[in-house]
T-cell receptor, first 113, second 115 residues
Framework: AQSVAQPEDQVNVAEGNPLTVKCTYS??????LFWYVQYPNRGLQFLLK??????LVKGSYGFEAEFNKSQTSFHLKKPSALVSDSALYFC???????????FGAGTTVTVRA | DVKVTQSSRYLVKRTGEKVFLECVQD?????MFWYRQDPGLGLRLIYF???????EKGDIPEGYSVSREKKERFSLILESASTNQTSMYLC??????????????FGPGTRLTVL
């Protein structure tokens, strides 16, 4: 069975400070990892993904994520957070032969001015 | 850009009513998905369709059915709505050949309230 853990329900940071949202996963085989963001009353928007290749993946809106196989982690990062980054962030995983994505419970990010 | 649309943003229904949620994608994607989103639980897969007239149950199919008569349209049906089906419903689609076969693209969601 595959699963995702997002250990923090909420992350609060000041604008301009680095932002990290944590994600660990469990899956059989090589993982396909994704981050999505959801703004209030909206659907999910794709941010970035890791399938293979460089462990550091760059995505939309200045976000990046680092794949760490030994720690089974895929943490989302942004060097300098903006107030407009305040949203709900989801990490998701699937195995190489799966169609089904397993999502974490989500982390609410609040960036204060 | 991929566009996934859902028929309603907000819907209020009464217990026992039959409810239809519609999803349309304009990118000729083979796979389509219905999820429900509840606080603290993330997204849970209700049903999956890998092509026209093809469907598979997801993790929580009880109380739901689906229909996929055309490639671009995937409908979620609540045969007899109950209050525990009050939730946000999200549709997604994915291509299975060519570029970008890994990413699911989501619609804006339908917030359903069952009274």
């Amino acid at each position: 069975a595959q699963s995702v853990a997002q250990p923090e329900d909420q992350v609060n940071v000041a604008e301009g400070n680095p932002l990290t949202v944590k994600c660990t996963y469990s899956v059989s085989g090589n993982p396909y990892l994704f981050w999505y963001v959801q703004y209030p009353n909206r659907g999910l928007q794709f941010l970035l993904k890791y399938i293979t290749g460089d462990n550091l993946v760059k995505g939309s809106y200045g976000f990046e994520a680092e794949f760490n196989k030994s720690q089974t982690s895929f943490h989302l990062k942004k060097p300098s957070a903006l107030v407009s980054d305040s949203a709900l962030y989801f990490c998701a995983v699937r195995g190489p032969l799966d169609y089904k994505l397993s999502f974490g419970a989500g982390t609410t990010v609040t960036v204060r001015a | 850009d991929v566009k996934v649309t859902q028929s309603s943003r907000y819907l209020v229904k009464r217990t026992g009513e039959k409810v239809f949620l519609e999803c349309v994608q304009d990118m000729d994607h083979e796979n389509m998905f219905w999820y429900r989103q509840d606080p603290g639980l993330g997204l849970r897969l209700i049903y999956f369709s890998y092509d026209v007239k093809m469907k598979e149950k997801g993790d929580i199919p009880e109380g739901y059915s689906v229909s996929r008569e055309k490639k671009e349209r995937f409908s979620l049906i609540l045969e007899s709505a109950s209050t525990n089906q009050t939730s946000m419903y999200l549709c997604a689609s994915r291509r299975t050949s060519g570029r970008d076969t890994d990413t699911q693209y989501f619609g804006p969601g339908t917030r359903l309230t069952v009274l």
